[in-house]
């Protein structure tokens, strides 16, 4: 009878650690995936835009906007300025 009870205190603690944890990152629960915007919902569309822009552009802000479902002209003119500034910091 002693190993159901303890046993049932487990799951319980574990369901009440949880909901605490939870309850303390609304976010996680709340959060939705970005839209993907259709003209670069692929590795090869994004690639073929890298490609064309190499050397103009700043891979990593380009990647993060459109992750983020920024759309494609802004995150492209992001990047542009981005990799311009890095020139004149340098």
């Known amino acids: 009878m002693s190993t ?3 046993l049932l205190r487990r799951v319980t603690g574990c369901a009440l650690l949880s ?4 309850s303390g990152h609304p976010v996680l629960a709340a959060e939705q995936p970005a839209t993907v915007d259709p ?3 692929t590795y090869a569309e994004r690639q073929a835009i890298r490609d064309q822009y190499r050397g103009q552009l700043d891979n990593l802000t380009f990647n993060d906007e459109l992750g983020d479902g920024v759309p494609l002209e802004q995150a492209l003119a992001d ?3 981005a990799h311009l500034l890095q020139g004149t910091l340098r």
């Open 19 to 22: 909901a605490f944890v939870l």
């Open 4 to 6: 159901r009870f303890s």
């Open 39 to 41: 003209r670069v919902s």
């Open 79 to 81: 990047a542009l300025n």
